[in-house]
């Protein structure tokens, strides 16, 4: 399963560093250059610095969620049969539990997904993933776009992330 790259990002940045208990200590282990000072609330901004300077050095150290796919599934090294777009998931999914032979797909999905939902999902489910990159210097964007330039490519994801695609 894959997700849009821009989406994935804010989605990360969203469950590991802003959290409720406003503690502002970011989930990720980014390493000494990417610390912040205790009870400093890290940006947007500076975790995507982070995480451009993480995947710039180029270690071969799965690095989770922010991982390219290609990366982290091999989607060159393997022959899957399915690789399923998360922006599409509940009719490609259908699709794959009826060919599985699941009887009812669509009531295991909702089953899924309400198990799996962040808290910072349910209560900030009015903030658009497109508010995030508004203050995001345009260069910044760029390295961003050339990190996943692969799996824009591949999964026909959008250049930019002021791109919606429904």
């Not at 995001?136 to 390295?143: A, W």
Request: net charge positive; with cysteine; charged share 30%.
């Amino acid at each position: 399963m894959v997700r849009n790259p821009w989406q994935r990002l804010v989605s990360v940045y969203r469950e590991k560093c802003e959290q409720e208990d406003k503690s502002y200590t970011c989930k990720l282990d980014f390493g000494k250059n990417c610390s912040q000072p205790k009870g400093v609330k890290i940006t947007f901004e500076r975790f995507l610095q982070c995480v451009i300077d993480r995947m710039m050095r180029e270690e071969t150290e799965y690095f989770g969620h922010v991982e390219t796919s290609y990366r982290r599934c091999g989607v060159c090294d393997y022959p899957y049969r399915y690789v399923v777009l998360m922006e599409n998931m509940e009719n490609e999914l259908e699709y794959i539990f009826k060919q599985a032979g699941l009887t009812d797909p669509v009531r295991v999905m909702h089953t899924m997904r309400t198990k799996t939902i962040r808290p910072i999902e349910k209560t900030n489910q009015h903030v658009s993933y497109i508010d995030y990159w508004k203050q995001v210097p345009s260069q910044m964007i760029e390295k961003i776009r050339f990190l996943y330039r692969y799996e824009l490519q591949l999964y026909d994801y959008p250049e930019t992330p002021f791109i919606i695609q429904l």
